[in-house]
């Protein structure tokens, strides 16, 4: 692992505007001019972020492609390994939803953003709010802690501007998607339906309205977030329990879906530390 000095510092800005806590979870900042390469696996996740690219171009690696964005793009879920590989200078912005709450501002269907890196242009997603640097000002200011703070708050008014409230989810279908959510790893579809009282088929299609996958592929990214964050502490004698805990029924059956998900083993996984969690410190802006 790098040391702390060698490592990338994230910014998490918390969500003023009462309207918009709930549906969008943070702000984030990420800046380094000095010489510094990431090349590193982006971890599984069942929310979006909207990211504007002020620095040097970025490649994400799929297993059967490459996607190389400059500029604003978004982030879809992704249910797989995914490689980021990414140069100083890096000057990123990112707008991360909360779960379930991305609908009313990307205005399309969630589903054809899943496992996608999609170029943020105005035919894409219309009415989504920019980010540009000031004509007369470098890029490198959006370093600037109190030109940033500025330009977050106008920032959150051009997002609440832009939303379709009408696309949100209903209370009882938050209450079905968070409780899904929550599950116990080890408990069934099925059997989380009959407890609920909520058919199949209605579950299915709210998760591939309001994030873009199958109840099967979400609750799967769900386990591996839980689980990678277990392997990261576990000692190597661990594991094998931790292939029960987590509802596989075995640890082979485990080491085939940390593989899925992580294109690695479970040890390596925890050897390696091969993923962006890795090299990134994150800190609450009320801490800088």
């Known amino acids: 692992m ?28 990420l800046r ?11 971890m599984p996740v069942g929310n979006i972020d909207v990211v504007y690219n ?12 490459e996607a190389r964005v400059d500029g604003a793009h978004v ?3 992704r249910t797989g390994p995914v490689r980021v590989v990414h140069t100083a200078p890096i000057i990123m912005i990112g707008v991360s939803f909360d779960d379930f709450a991305a609908l009313p501002f990307l205005k399309r269907p969630l589903r054809c953003l899943a ?12 009415g989504l709010p920019s980010f540009a640097p000031e004509s007369d ?12 703070e500025e330009r977050l708050v106008s920032l959150e ?6 939303a379709d409230f009408s696309l949100a989810p209903s209370e009882e279908e938050l209450r079905v998607l968070r409780a899904f959510r929550d599950k116990d790893d080890d408990e069934r579809i099925l059997d989380f339906c009959r407890r609920g009282g909520t058919h199949p088929k209605k579950l299915e299609r709210m998760l591939y309205k309001f994030v873009g996958l199958s109840p099967k592929q979400y609750a799967d990214v769900r386990r591996a977030q839980r689980l990678y964050a277990e392997i ?15 509802g596989y029924f075995d640890q082979s059956h485990m080491g085939r879906n940390v593989r899925k998900h992580f294109d690695v083993s479970p040890a390596a996984l925890r050897k390696k530390r091969l993923t962006a969690k890795s090299i990134i410190r994150i800190v609450d802006s009320e801490e800088m």
């Open 75 to 77: 982030l879809g879920v």
């Open 2 to 29: 790098r040391d702390e000095q060698e490592m990338l510092q994230a910014r998490r800005y918390a969500v003023h505007d009462p309207a918009l806590r709930g549906r969008i979870k943070c702000f984030w900042a």
């Open 54 to 65: 002020f620095g040097a171009p970025v490649a994400y690696v799929f297993p059967d492609r």
């Open 232 to 246: 990261a502490r576990a000692e190597g004698a661990e594991l094998a329990f931790a292939a029960n805990d987590f």
């Open 32 to 42: 380094r001019l000095e010489p510094f390469s990431v090349d590193h696996i982006l």
């Open 157 to 162: 008014s051009a997002w609440l501007r832009s």
């Open 115 to 126: 496992h996608r890196i999609i170029d943020a242009k105005p035919e894409n997603f219309p």
């Open 137 to 148: 000002a470098p890029r490198r200011r959006l370093g600037c802690e109190e030109t940033l």
